[in-house]
């Protein structure tokens, strides 16, 4: 391997690779597992088939659930002997888990081991209404940990060099008071972060400069702030130096928003979807010839199943349904997460891994015509591409006859022929009986979660 050449580069190299040291010898000693869950996941990916993997915490986790959990004891009539011969098919004798029974159903879903855990409260995200609280253990926390830092590894950046976080907000990232010794930790991993809940001009401006002057090995980002980052550099015609590879999270990564960061960042390696929640963590990461969103074979299992809870054919969209493998304090066994998406067909995946091969989003993001068919929120989205008296927008299907264009319009005057064809195409989809609207807003507001959402059916 030829040896840089800039002495400084070099010297950057040397200094990055002992702070990633010294920052995972220090987890280490605070009694974190983390550190060598990845040199073990490390050891594993390539030898090992991923279904073996799979099964073998996927039975793990039956098992307990089986044993400590009352709410599993008490609804199945199921053996260990029957979860150990074949986890797969036991696993469908489970029932499944929506919010409002994991809400209803809290103290029983808690395992009897409980005080022998380290754990801690966790809600979920809250995007389909009131977050749902849950209770995850310190192994979670590791494996999760871990997953999400091999997976950056897989995408070239190790722990130490630089990253840079476009993030809900920096008391997520650095704690809430943004302690020294918090700080410490985060120059050890290489970390700076932008915050995407305040993510106006000067934080844009910010942002822009950490890229030029930091070069991250790579940006981890959501998905709508990042794109509304590159729509900023495209319109201000501003200089950015070409950063290497992009990962976005926490919000639907649509085509026409992948196309935009790409372009405005020239990311010679790419942008990368990346797939989770707080509830389950890391469930898929779109990687270099992927070919799909890989399921990490130690962290969840997927399911996708019909609206009766039925599995659809591979390759057929449907409810995207996770048992985790790794949280045994509260365990979320077929867990409804309430997005909609489609498994790949196993013969195309290497070792029996599983692979998404999309994500459509929520749920509620799913348009419904009067005869009942299905249409993803993605086919309006595409309605409003290339259009340049779009600035933003948002659809919205209130009723099964009504649907709403919200747009914040640029400078550019409204061709009606435009209108005309948006129009016509809804009504294909939908029904000639369903009405559109459209409305001219000055500004389209994201979410309580900080994220905008293009379409919403509220149905």
């Known amino acids: 391997m030829t040896q840089p050449t800039n002495p400084s580069r070099r010297r950057m190299s040397w200094l990055c690779y002992a702070k990633g040291m010294a920052y995972r010898q220090r987890c280490r000693l605070a009694g974190h597992d983390w550190p060598g869950l990845i040199e073990e996941y490390e050891n594993v990916y390539d030898k090992r088939s991923k279904q073996e993997i799979t ?212 990311c010679p390696a790419g942008v990368f979807d990346r797939y989770g929640s707080r509830e389950v963590s890391l469930i898929g990461c779109e990687l270099p010839d992927s070919n799909g969103l890989v399921v990490p074979p130690w962290l969840n299992y997927v399911e996708v199943l019909d609206d009766d809870g039925n599995p659809v054919a591979d390759g057929n969209v449907g409810n995207i349904v996770i048992t985790n493998l790794a949280n045994f304090a509260m365990p979320l066994v077929r867990y409804v997460i309430g997005d909609r998406g489609n498994l790949m067909n196993p013969v195309g995946c290497i070792d029996g891994g599983q692979r998404l091969g999309t994500v459509r989003g929520r749920i509620v993001d799913t348009f419904k015509a009067v005869d009942g068919t299905l249409v993803d929120g993605e086919y309006f989205t595409h309605l409003m591409y290339l259009r340049d008296w779009v600035r933003s927008f948002q659809v919205v299907q209130s009723s099964l006859n009504l649907v709403t264009f919200r747009v914040v319009r640029t400078a550019s005057a409204t061709p009606q022929e435009d209108l005309d064809e948006i129009k016509s195409k809804t009504k294909l989809a939908l029904g000639d009986e369903c009405s559109v609207v459209f409305e001219f807003v000055d500004d389209i507001l994201p979410s309580k979660s900080g994220k905008t959402r293009y379409t919403i059916s509220e149905i």
């Open 55 to 266: 099964e073998e915490y996927l039975s793990r986790v039956l098992l307990h659930g089986l044993k400590n959990v009352p709410f599993f004891r008490e609804n199945l009539q199921i053996s260990p002997s029957q979860v150990e011969s074949d986890p797969r098919e036991a696993l469908r004798q489970f029932p499944i888990l929506t919010r409002d029974v994991v809400r209803g159903c809290h103290d029983q879903l808690k395992s009897e081991d409980l005080r022998t855990r380290k754990w801690y409260y966790n809600t979920s995200g809250g995007t389909t209404g009131e977050p749902l609280r849950l209770i995850q253990d310190k192994w979670f926390y590791d494996v999760s940990t871990a997953t999400a830092l091999y997976y950056s590894r897989l995408l070239g950046r190790n722990i130490g060099e630089p990253e840079l976080l476009i993030w809900g907000s920096e008391r997520d990232v650095f704690g809430e008071r943004k302690s020294i010794r918090s700080r410490f930790d985060h120059w050890l991993m290489g970390t700076r972060a932008v915050n995407a809940f305040a993510f106006g001009r000067a934080e844009m401006l910010r942002a822009i400069r950490l890229m030029n002057r930091q070069r991250p090995r790579l940006i981890v980002a959501y998905a709508q702030a990042v794109f509304e980052l590159a729509r900023f550099v495209d319109m201000q015609g501003l200089h950015v130096e070409p950063q290497r590879a992009i990962v976005t999270t926490a919000g639907t990564l649509y085509g026409f928003m992948k196309d935009t960061i790409r372009r405005a960042f020239s």
